[in-house]
């Protein structure tokens, strides 16, 4: 790891990350490179995961927060699913490349395309989470991009142990080490505040609690993209089963170790029976869910600050706020007014509400008749994620290989 003492330093080693990440301009390089960091991971797993057991013992005495310890705690099958991602990213084709698209021309004298590039430097900051370090070095160095890693201090000793290995690796595979820097947590915030002060990234993503994530996106004066993690939003229309939604409930819960895509409120027509919601509540519980049934929120720009934390604010307790609502208008009002706005749903039968969720709830992903659970590695290699980002547009969603090029459109004349 490498100790840093000052923005000054920061910007020089900045500089090394940006110089080292050219050597990834060739791909058989970075295909290497990926294979070499997976086999050295695949045998440093033992003290990988020992050094884990003492971030989980010193978690104790520094009174970490069970949701905290529970994204630190690192498991064979959790590391053993990174690097498996890893792997799977070595084998993926140069991604780096261009694409015809016509629709670019401006006149009928030429034709166009799209030229992907790097973005170039990528800050990671990220608490507990270690096996995360390892995710998004494979999708940076696939996209040739270097990599600069912040982890939290509670997982000091973990993400020592995988930074040992990143440099190791890539020194045998002929790489230089600065392509992947890991900071040290001596300097705690200091860094972390370099970090977010310094206008020479390309791209600064937190990941964590909403208070990390919020501090870094409002300070950071370099282009940040900010993720989220729960606070997911379904609206339940009167016509359909309550066993669909409990199962879109439920299997949103799924991700391992955090629910990204957790369902935690529920806005309920006004015309679904006390039964079917007694009967959701059941299913919910039965599944290790608790369910707290509430009145609906408040639309007043001076409703008060312990109503707009439940609202605003993930739980990630396994908890399932339920609230009715007149009508699927009031319920597209409160998502776009409380959620996270990263991805939230509807359950109906109705066509035309369906369409009018979806064109009017301002989440970077809508899910209809559909569970938003998240998978991290997932089926397709190009659809391998970090996380999920709530802004919208292009980097908005799944957070992929392809948030991590820029797209340059290139216009050229038919003569020359």
């Known amino acids: 790891m490498t100790s840093v003492q000052s923005l000054a330093e920061l910007s020089a080693l900045i500089q090394q990350v940006r110089q080292a990440a050219k050597a990834l301009a060739k791909v058989e390089h970075t295909t290497h490179a990926l294979n070499q ?48 991602m890893m792997e799977r990213l ?9 694409a015809y698209s016509s629709q670019l021309a401006i006149a009928p004298t030429t034709h166009s395309y799209l030229l992907r590039e790097p973005l170039g430097i990528v800050a990671f900051v990220y608490e507990a989470f270690p096996e995360l370090a390892i995710v998004m070095a494979g999708l940076c160095l696939r996209a040739g991009n270097g990599l600069m890693l912040k982890g939290g201090h509670e997982a000091s000793q973990t993400n ?31 860094a972390r505040r370099w970090l977010m002060q310094t206008t020479e990234l390309d791209l600064l993503i937190p990941y964590g609690r909403a208070s990390l994530v919020q501090q870094v996106r409002r300070e950071a004066n370099s282009p940040s993209l900010s993720t989220a993690i729960a606070n997911c939003y379904l609206y339940w229309s009167h016509a359909v089963p309550t066993d669909r939604v409990a199962s879109m409930v439920i299997d949103s819960h799924c991700g391992n170790p955090e629910p990204v895509n957790g369902i935690e409120k529920i806005l309920v027509d006004d015309k679904v029976s006390d039964r079917d919601i007694q009967v959701l509540s ?10 707290k049934i509430v009145s609906p929120p408040s639309m007043s720009p001076f409703a008060n600050s312990e109503e707009e934390e ?24 409160l998502i776009n007014r409380y959620s996270n706005g990263h991805a939230d749903g509807i359950a109906t039968h109705s066509y035309t509400e369906s369409v009018q969720f979806a064109s009017q709830v301002r989440s970077a992903s809508v899910y209809v008749n559909a569970s938003p659970r998240f998978q991290r590695n997932g089926t397709q290699v190009s659809e391998i994620a970090l996380g999920m980002s709530a802004q919208r547009g292009l980097k908005g969603g799944r957070i992929t290989l392809d948030t991590l090029l820029t797209h340059k459109a290139v216009v050229q004349g038919l003569e020359y």
């Open 37 to 84: 960091v997976a086999k050295a991971l695949r045998d440093a797993t033992d003290p990988i995961l020992e050094a884990n057991t003492l971030d989980l013992e010193a978690s104790l005495e520094m009174a970490v927060p069970e949701t905290v310890v529970e994204w630190l705690k690192l498991t064979p099958e959790r590391l053993n699913t990174a690097i498996t």
């Open 90 to 98: 070595a084998n993926l084709d140069a991604v780096t490349s261009f």
């Open 160 to 190: 020592q142990a995988i930074a040992q290995v990143f440099q190791s690796a890539l020194t045998q595979a002929d790489l230089p080490e600065q392509v992947v820097l890991a900071i040290s947590p001596s300097e705690g915030e200091a």
């Open 282 to 291: 059941q299913m919910l519980h039965d599944q290790q869910l608790t369910v």
């Open 310 to 333: 439940l609202w605003c604010e993930a739980q990630l307790d396994h908890s399932v706020i339920v609230a009715r609502v007149p009508d699927l208008v009031t319920a597209i009002a």
